[in-house]
């Protein structure tokens, strides 16, 4: 779950001042999609909720983050309030239920 602001880059920052150079938000947004893409590769199901988007891109990297919707299994959500965000967690906790571990 986030807000999916890129507000902290976490791989090109040398000292704590650098962490919000907002130089890294691009290479940080990029460095999401390609591990969501590397999950997914390996059997992963990801479900992502989207809280009180506000950036432009936010709702775009989650949905693409998210595993496809198969059935009635949704993947990606967006919630604006407490009460939307209770239901998202309620929705996703059924559908992991039907999920099995696999090796």
Do not use: W
């Not at 779950?1 to 940080?28: C, I, Q, W």
């Not at 390996?42 to 709702?59: H, M, P, R, S, V």
């Amino acid at each position: 779950m986030t807000d999916g602001e890129f507000n902290l880059s976490y791989f090109d920052a040398s000292t704590v001042g650098e962490v919000y150079n907002d130089a890294g938000k691009e290479p940080t947004r990029t460095a999401a999609k390609t591990l969501c893409t590397a999950m997914r590769d390996k059997g992963i199901e990801i479900f992502t909720i989207g809280f009180d988007l506000n950036e432009e891109n936010a709702q775009a990297t989650l949905q693409n983050c998210a595993s496809p919707d198969t059935g009635k299994i949704k993947h990606f959500y967006q919630a604006a309030n407490g009460t939307e965000l209770n239901q998202a967690f309620q929705d996703i906790a059924r559908n992991i239920e039907s999920l099995a571990l696999t090796k």
